[in-house]
């Protein structure tokens, strides 16, 4: 069975602060893994992928099969990184197109 | 250059009734997926529709179907609503399948079951 944990439901870094978000997920095979983003009244975004190995706005994201985490990080939090972060795995085709999310962690940036 | 679209925004039954929720994808997105979203917790898939074809089912009642039209459009109709239907509905397109395309999600409908 997939199954996504978010171990933080509320994360609070002052501003110029590294941030790490945690991610653990469940799978028997080769994950597809992804972090999600909801900015304050916005729709939910794709933030970044493990497979295209991309930083964006920031935030990297190392997924380590060992530990079976793909934890978000960024080295200098800034105030509009402050939103809902979802950590997703899949899909993962043949059949099975479904995205497994977490519960989500709500990062507050202090000014 | 529209996003995916639903509708209604925001919604309120009773208990026992029927509703259908409807998305419309982004031009030239073929594939269209629910997910339901109860307070506190992340989305949870419902079902996934390719080129008009039921591809992917979650969890959900069979008071849950769905269906894809030839615009690639979609809607999502629940049955005997419960107080527990109560929640977030997300509607996410994307061009094909597979984890190498990107999922696009729409605003939401906010259903209130009373």
């Known amino acids: 069975a997939q199954r996504v944990t978010q171990p933080e439901k509320l994360l609070s870094v002052f501003k110029g602060a590294p941030v790490e978000l945690k991610c653990n997920y469940s799978?028997?095979?080769?994950?597809?893994l992804f972090w999600y983003v909801q900015y304050s009244r916005q729709r939910l975004q794709l933030l970044l992928r493990?497979?295209s190995r991309e930083s964006i706005k920031g935030f990297t994201a190392d997924l380590n099969k060992g530990e079976t985490s793909f934890h978000l990080k960024k080295p200098f939090a800034q105030e509009e990184d402050s939103a809902m972060y979802y950590c997703?795995?899949?899909?993962?085709?043949?059949?099975?197109?479904?995205?497994?999310f977490g519960t989500g962690t709500r990062l507050t940036i202090i000014p | 250059d529209a996003g995916v679209t639903q509708s209604p925004t925001h919604l309120i039954k009773t208990r026992g009734q029927h509703v259908t929720l409807r998305c419309s994808p982004i031009?030239?997105?073929?594939?269209v997926s629910w997910y339901q979203q109860v307070l506190g917790q992340g989305p949870q898939f419902i079902f996934q529709?390719?080129?008009?074809?039921?591809?992917g089912r979650g969890n959900f009642p069979d008071r849950f179907s769905a269906r894809q039209f030839p615009n690639y459009s979609s809607e999502l109709n629940v049955n005997a609503l419960l107080l527990g239907d109560s929640a977030l509905y997300l509607c996410?397109?994307?061009?094909?399948?597979?984890?190498?395309?990107?999922?696009?999600f729409g605003q939401g409908t906010r259903l209130t079951v009373v």
């Open positions: 799978y028997s095979g080769s994950p597809e």
């Open positions: 493990h497979i």
């Open positions: 529709y390719y080129e008009k074809e039921e591809r």
């Open positions: 031009s030239g997105h073929k594939s």
């Open positions: 996410a397109s994307s061009l094909q399948l597979g984890s190498q395309t990107e999922a696009f």
């Open positions: 997703a795995l899949g899909p993962m085709g043949f059949g099975n197109e479904k995205l497994t």
